[in-house]
């Protein structure tokens, strides 16, 4: 089976920088993703990490350490609009994605 | 525009009855999923599908069926046998296996309710 492990919920203010962390035990292990969703809204894609490192995309980094099962989700100069769930989800066999509960950030002005 | 197309967005089930949410891709997709997702938590894989005519059961297929004998199509039916329905429910799309590290791609969602 797969269970993921991230905070529930997450608070910062305007430009600054936040790392969610999220750990994960699994017994298929392709690589791990990241997803935003906006409240009630359907979940877009961030990264994708299959090798250790960093993985850079704009004002998002995704880190992994396979030997640690261990991952995190690094947002800088967060504005208003990153308020959202961040999910991180590991992907398994048959391109299937087991999803973490989320965590919530709240980016306050 | 390519993308998901989920409807409706908001569905009522009396009890005893079996409701269908439609799920159309026009991005040429091989795989499709449905996700079941209950407030504050994450996303639950119900079925999945690699090809067309060919379904496998995700973590909480208990309930549920689907079909899928088109590839643009990957209709979930919430049976009767469901007792707690109540949920938003996803579909996804990708471009499958052989690119596993392609992100899913997912519909706006179908919020389902017990009247």
């Known amino acids: 089976g797969q269970s993921l492990e991230q905070p529930s919920e997450v608070t910062a203010v305007e430009g600054a920088i936040v790392q969610i962390n999220c750990t994960y035990q699994?017994?298929?292990?392709?690589?791990l993703s990241w997803y935003q969703q906006h409240d009630g809204g359907a979940p877009t894609f961030l990264s994708y990490n299959a090798l250790d490192g960093l993985e850079e995309t704009g004002r998002f980094s995704s880190f992994l350490s396979r030997s640690d099962s261990y991952g995190y989700l690094l947002l800088q100069e967060l504005q208003m609009k990153d308020s959202a769930s961040y999910f991180c989800?590991?992907?398994?066999?048959?391109?299937?994605?087991?999803f973490g509960k989320g965590t919530m950030l709240l980016v306050s002005p | 525009d390519g993308g998901i197309t989920q409807s409706p967005k908001y569905l009522f089930r009396k009890e005893g009855q079996n409701v269908t949410l439609s799920c159309e891709q026009n991005?040429?997709?091989?795989?499709m999923y449905w996700y079941r997702q209950d407030p504050g938590q994450g996303l639950r894989l119900i079925y999945y599908?690699?090809?067309?005519?060919?379904?496998q059961k995700g973590d909480i297929a208990e309930g549920y069926s689907v079909s899928r004998e088109k590839k643009e199509s990957f209709p979930l039916t919430v049976t009767s046998a469901q007792k707690n329905p109540t949920a938003f429910y996803l579909c996804?799309?990708?471009?499958?296996?052989?690119?596993?590290?392609?992100?899913?791609?997912f519909g706006d969602g179908t919020r389902l309710s017990i009247l």
């Open positions: 996804a799309s990708s471009l499958g296996q052989t690119y596993s590290n392609q992100p899913q791609h």
């Open positions: 989800a590991v992907l398994g066999g048959y391109s299937t994605l087991t």
């Open positions: 599908s690699q090809i067309v005519n060919d379904f």
């Open positions: 991005l040429n997709h091989d795989a």
């Open positions: 699994t017994s298929g292990f392709y690589g």
